[in-house]
C-alpha cells in the first residue's frame, strides 16, 4: 500500500531502495529555473558541454530581476533567451508571470516530476507533481539527463475535515500546519494531504498550501490528482495531461494530523519568521502602514477577484499604501477584460508587474518602523529592505480587508462574494518562445560585460587549519547569508561582486575577514540555510574560501548546494560543543581525504586547547564531490 509520493518516486526511481532515510536517485521530467538563480545555471549546464536538454520540458522564467535600472538584468535577460534558444529550452518572457503560477497554469502534470531552481518548486504539487526545489547546480544536472540525488523522505500525512469559512483561506491552512510543525518541521519529509476536506479546495488554493511547504524546511509537499485537477487543467485546456492520483487505502505515513477547516480562524505570522503564527484575533487593531497582495503564493486569478471583490465600492485607507501583483499574464488579462482591475485601481491600489517584485525584494520596501502585511511566503528579517519594518503573512482576505480599515482586521466580519472559476481561462502562450532546433547550432549566446566566469573549487586537502569567519545562531536564512534585493539580485551571475555582501546585515566585515585569511569556517546554530535555493549562498563562501560549515543543523537544499560547492557540512557530535567556539578561534581538521561513510572526525580547536567530534552524513557520492572540490569537478575527472 502505497502514499502518493512513494507511487511517483516508484515509478521515477533509477537509484537505491525506497527505505526512509536512504540515498536514492530519481529520473525528473521537467525543470525550471529563474533569472536569479537561472543565469548561474546555465553558465553550468555550458561547462558540462551539454548540446540539448535531455528533459521532456525545460523552461526558463524571467520574472525576479525585472527592475532595469542598470544593464545587468537586461544583459541577463538576453543571455537567458539566447541561452535557452541554444539548448533546446523554452523561455517566458519578463512580463509573462511568476514561474510557479505560469507553470501551474500551462506545464504542471500530475504524476510527473519536476525540479525547479527555485525553493517554491513545490507549488506543482497542487496539481499532483512531485515538485522539488533545488540548487541551481542540480537543475542543470538534471536537464544535462543526470538523476537526481536525494534521501528517501517520510511521508507526513495532514488530513484535512470539512470546508473554510467565508474570510478564511488555504494561506490560513498552511499558516496553521506552520504553527503545529514550525520551520524546521518538515525537514527530511514530503507532506501529502489528504482527507474529505481536500475536495472543497480548488487547485489554486491547494497551489498556495504546497508552495508554504517550503517554509516547512519539507521535501516538497503533494495534493492528490481528482476531479477538481481535472476540471483545473480543462479550463486551460489541458484535460489531455490529467491522470488520477491518490494514495492506496491502507498507506503508512510516518506521521498524522488533522486540521478541522470548518472550525479553521485567520492566522497571521508575526515578524519575522513563518511560523510565529497567531490567531488574527489576537492582534486585531494594529494600525497598517503597507499592504502588498501577489507573490507565488497568492497572485491566483482566485486570489486575485477575491480581493477585488472585496474591495469594490470601497477606498484603501490613506494611511495605507497597497500594491499589488497579478501572477501571470493570464491573470492580468482576465482581470482587464471582467473588470476586476478597475476595481482594484478604483479603491486605491497600485498595480505591478506580474512579477515576484516585493516579495524578493526587488522594490516597494515600507516606510522606516512600518507594519506590512503581505500575502507572501516569507518575512525574513531584512528581506523587505527596509530593516525596522515588521513584515506579517496572510491572506489575500484578511490583507484587503485590513487595507481598507487601515488597521488589522478580521475578513469574517465583512461581506463579500466569493469568485468562481470561469467556464474556460484565457490562454495566450506568445511570451513563451519555443526553441528552434533547426537553429539552436547557429544561435550566439550573448553575454554581457556583468557575466563572469564560473568560479571552480580546489580539490579537498588533507588538512585545513583555519580561523571561525563568523558564529552564528539558530534558524540563519539564505538572506542572512547571500541578501535578496534591488542593489543585490542583479549581481546573480557576477560571484566575484555578490561575494561582498554575504553576511552583510550580519557581520559586515566577513567579507574582508574572507580575503584577509585566506578563508575559514563558519559555525552555525540549527537549521542553517533555510529558506531560498539560492545556491549564491554556497558558491560566494566557497568564492572567499570557506571550507566547511559546523552546524547543529541544516536546511536540505542549501547543505546540497555547500557539498555541489565543495563545503563540507559538519554537524556537532554534541550541540554543547557549539559554546565553546568563538569567532577567529582557529580550527584544524586532519585526515580529510580518509573520511568514510558513518565516521564521527575529531576537530581541533588550537585556540582553546580543545577537541570534539563532528558527523557529516555523507554518501560515498557526496565524499567524492567534496574530495573533487564539487561535483562540476567530479562531472571533468569522470568525462576523461
Not at 498550501?209 to 517550503?214: C, R, V, Y
Not at 490529467?242 to 477547516?261: C, F, Q, S
Not at 480562524?265 to 494600525?287: C, T, Y
Not at 563568523?470 to 566575484?496: C, F, M, Q, W
Amino acid at each position: 500500500m502505497l502514499t502518493i509520493t512513494e507511487k511517483i518516486i516508484k515509478a521515477h526511481l533509477v537509484e537505491g531502495e525506497m527505505h526512509r532515510g536512504e540515498p536514492i536517485a530519481i529520473h525528473i521530467d521537467q525543470t525550471l529555473t529563474q533569472d536569479a538563480t537561472g543565469t548561474m545555471a546555465y553558465l553550468q549546464l555550458e561547462a558540462m558541454g551539454v548540446d540539448q536538454v535531455k528533459t521532456e520540458l525545460s523552461i526558463s522564467y524571467v520574472d525576479h530581476n525585472t527592475l532595469q535600472s542598470g544593464f545587468e538584468n537586461a544583459d541577463d535577460h538576453k543571455y537567458l533567451q539566447t541561452v535557452a534558444m541554444k539548448h533546446g529550452v523554452k523561455f517566458s518572457k519578463p512580463g509573462n508571470g511568476i514561474c510557479h503560477q505560469v507553470h501551474l497554469e500551462r506545464f504542471a502534470k500530475p504524476g510527473k516530476t519536476l525540479l525547479g531552481s527555485d525553493s517554491h518548486t513545490p507549488t506543482a504539487g497542487g496539481i499532483g507533481a512531485l515538485a522539488i526545489g533545488a540548487g541551481g547546480l542540480d537543475v542543470a544536472c538534471a536537464m544535462a539527463g543526470r538523476a537526481f540525488h536525494l534521501t528517501m523522505p517520510k511521508v507526513v500525512n495532514i488530513i484535512l475535515h470539512g470546508s473554510l469559512q467565508r474570510g478564511v483561506s488555504s494561506k490560513d491552512i498552511i499558516l496553521k500546519v506552520l504553527q503545529l510543525l514550525s520551520v524546521k518541521g518538515g525537514v527530511g519529509k514530503v507532506i501529502e494531504y489528504s482527507g474529505d476536506g481536500v475536495k472543497n479546495l480548488s487547485i489554486p488554493q491547494r497551489a498556495t498550501i504546497t508552495n508554504m511547504g517550503a517554509e516547512l524546511g519539507a521535501t516538497t509537499s503533494v495534493f492528490p490528482s481528482d476531479e477538481i485537477t481535472y476540471e483545473f487543467l480543462k479550463k486551460q485546456h489541458r484535460e489531455e495531461d490529467y491522470v488520477e492520483l491518490k494514495a492506496d487505502e491502507g498507506a503508512v505515513y510516518d506521521e498524522t494530523y488533522e486540521i478541522d477547516l470548518d472550525t479553521l480562524e485567520p492566522m497571521i505570522a508575526m515578524p519575522h519568521s513563518p511560523d510565529n503564527v497567531l490567531p488574527i484575533s489576537e492582534v486585531l487593531g494594529m494600525k497598517v502602514d503597507q499592504v502588498a497582495i501577489g507573490s507565488c503564493t497568492n497572485s491566483s486569478y482566485r486570489d486575485m477577484m477575491t480581493v477585488a471583490n472585496i474591495l469594490k465600492g470601497k477606498t484603501v485607507d490613506p494611511e495605507v499604501s497597497l500594491v499589488i501583483s497579478p501572477g501571470s499574464r493570464q491573470v492580468l488579462n482576465m482581470l482587464a477584460s471582467n473588470g476586476g482591475l478597475s476595481t482594484m485601481i478604483t479603491a486605491g491600489a497600485r498595480i505591478l508587474e506580474t512579477t515576484c517584485g516585493p516579495c524578493i525584494g526587488m522594490g516597494q520596501s515600507p516606510i522606516t518602523n512600518a507594519l506590512s502585511l503581505r500575502t507572501f511566503n516569507r518575512n525574513f528579517y531584512g528581506r523587505s529592505g527596509t530593516l525596522s519594518a515588521k513584515v506579517c503573512l496572510v491572506s489575500p482576505e484578511t490583507a484587503a480587508a485590513s487595507a481598507i480599515a487601515g488597521y488589522i482586521i478580521d475578513p469574517r466580519v465583512l461581506e463579500f462574494d466569493i469568485p468562481e472559476d470561469p467556464e474556460y481561462f484565457t490562454i495566450d502562450d506568445s511570451m513563451i518562445i519555443e526553441p528552434d532546433m533547426e537553429l539552436s547550432a547557429e544561435t550566439e549566446v550573448v553575454r554581457g560585460p556583468n557575466i563572469k566566469p564560473l568560479p571552480i573549487n580546489t580539490p579537498l586537502k588533507n588538512t585545513i587549519t583555519k580561523k571561525v569567519m563568523i558564529k552564528v545562531d539558530d534558524n540563519i536564512t539564505t538572506d542572512h547569508i547571500a541578501p535578496a534585493g534591488a542593489k543585490v539580485l542583479p549581481y546573480r551571475s557576477n560571484i566575484e561582486k555578490i561575494s561582498e555582501f554575504i553576511f552583510m546585515n550580519v557581520k559586515a566585515s566577513f567579507h574582508d575577514d574572507c580575503i584577509a585569511n585566506d578563508g575559514g569556517f563558519i559555525v552555525a546554530g540549527s537549521n542553517y540555510g533555510q529558506g531560498s535555493s539560492r545556491e549564491h549562498a554556497a558558491l560566494a563562501p566557497m568564492y572567499l574560501g570557506i571550507k566547511a560549515v559546523i552546524a547543529k543543523s541544516f536546511a536540505r537544499i542549501h547543505r546540497a548546494n555547500l557539498i555541489n560547492f565543495g563545503i563540507i557540512p559538519f554537524t556537532f557530535v554534541n550541540e554543547k560543543d557549539y559554546n565553546d567556539i568563538d569567532e577567529m578561534d582557529t580550527l584544524k581538521i586532519t585526515d580529510l581525504l580518509d573520511i568514510k561513510e558513518n565516521t564521527p572526525i575529531t576537530v581541533q580547536n588550537v585556540t582553546k586547547g580543545k577537541t570534539f567530534q563532528v558527523e557529516h552524513n555523507l554518501t560515498q557520492l557526496d565524499i567524492d564531490t567534496i574530495k573533487a572540490g564539487g561535483t562540476l569537478n567530479l562531472i571533468r575527472q569522470n568525462q576523461k
